[in-house]
């Protein structure tokens, strides 16, 4: 099998170029984004990925629309601007957690249409309020779209259900055998993002995601299939940070490399191997 980790576009206050810099020094394999709508702007974002070895993972979370139709309108435009750029995937938080299922299911397959017609894999995110929002619901969606494939981001479901999910273990257990990508932030009953996981109170919650994974990694690797890791924690308002000031509790990029260098060490073996 292979794994390949992606850095966040999300929370960079640097220049894009300097970003990617720091993205491949810290050993990253790419970056997860969406991009611009602006041909040369798109270009630029394009040609300084290449420029630092770095791979695309194109990112759609822009579903605004309350309208199913014009929903389904703008999902389309946005997926087609992004398989147009060649990513190594697209990611997408598909949907809305208020369209019934009969609303929802034609992005998925259009979405399997256009992963199909250009050969670049599109997961599904489990993401709050969008339609993979919760451990049952997304379980019904599985069960009736047997080729549905997710990006597990199993912090959302921990907050939606105020649980690490104890007793969701057969939704769990079955969403692992659909995730062909990770997002790796550490979500607890109250939030889906702790402070800073490397703090000894949240070893619980960290635990638990880490045996997630595990299980995830078993499957690929037993499958000899490629998984895709975004070390995804995110910036304020995900971060905690301090009232008024509005300043971070702790560093998003530390944590977000310390999570990188976790995983590699846990997953990745070691040449000598």
């Known amino acids: 099998m292979s794994i390949k980790f992606y850095a ?4 960079n206050t640097r220049s894009f170029e300097e970003f990617c ?6 050993g990253y394999d790419g970056v997860e984004m ?3 709508l602006e041909v040369k702007a798109k270009r630029e974002v394009l040609n300084t990925l290449k420029e630092y070895d770095l791979e695309l993972i194109g990112q759609y979370y822009q579903s605004f629309e309350p309208d ?10 946005y997926l087609e601007h992004l398989l147009e750029a060649g990513p190594a995937a697209v ?3 598909t949907g809305k957690d208020f369209f019934s299922f009969e609303e929802n299911e034609p992005h998925f397959s259009l979405a399997r249409r256009l992963s199909e017609a250009s050969g670049i894999p599109i997961t599904h995110e489990t993401h709050r309020g969008k339609c993979l929002y919760s451990a049952p619901v997304a379980v019904g969606y599985f069960k009736k779209i047997p080729e549905l494939r997710i990006c597990l981001d199993i912090s959302h479901w921990g907050n939606v259900h105020e649980s690490l999910l104890e007793d969701q273990k057969e939704a769990v257990e079955l969403a692992i055998t659909r ?3 990770i997002h790796s932030r550490i979500g607890f009953a109250e939030g889906p993002q702790v402070n800073d996981p490397r703090a000894p109170e949240w070893s619980h919650a960290l635990q638990a995601h880490l045996g997630w994974w595990d299980r995830v990694v078993q499957r690929h690797r037993m499958a000899g299939t490629s998984l895709r890791i975004t070390t995804e924690f995110g910036p304020f308002p995900y971060m905690p940070s301090l009232a008024y000031t509005q300043m971070p509790v702790a560093n998003q990029w ?6 990188l260098h976790l995983l590699k060490d846990r997953y990745l073996e070691s040449p000598s191997s």
């Open 68 to 77: 199913p139709v014009a929903n389904l309108d703008a999902y389309r435009r």
């Open 8 to 11: 966040p576009l999300w929370g």
């Open 21 to 26: 810099k720091h993205v491949a020094e810290a």
């Open 34 to 36: 969406e991009l611009p």
């Open 179 to 181: 995730t062909d990508h």
């Open 91 to 93: 990611n997408c938080q």
């Open 254 to 259: 530390e944590i977000n490399v310390y999570m």
